[in-house]
């Protein structure tokens, strides 16, 4: 009986800590979109967001900071200085 209520929380928690974390081709792919823009950020910033990513503290040429939302097919949709 210990064995299927441990399964069950495993099964309703997976989604949970799935849903928040990126996969390293994802990570790959989207630190060559912020280099081809001649930006960079720590990968530890990327946010799962509903439908996309947001990237926090993004540091771009000239020392401009900003947060910047990719959709799902990391497609850049949004961007905001700090």
Do not use: H, W
Not at 5 to 23: I, K, R, S, T, Y
């Amino acid at each position: 009986m210990k064995k299927i209520v441990v399964l069950a929380a495993a099964l309703v928690a997976a989604p949970a800590f799935a849903e928040g974390e990126v996969d390293a081709e994802t990570v790959e792919k989207i630190e060559a979109y912020l280099a081809s823009i001649e930006c960079q950020m720590d990968p530890d910033d990327i946010e799962v967001e509903e439908g996309g990513y947001e990237l926090d503290d993004v540091i771009c040429k000239g020392g401009k900071q900003f947060d910047i939302e990719l959709d799902k097919d990391l497609n850049e949709v949004g961007r905001r200085e700090e």
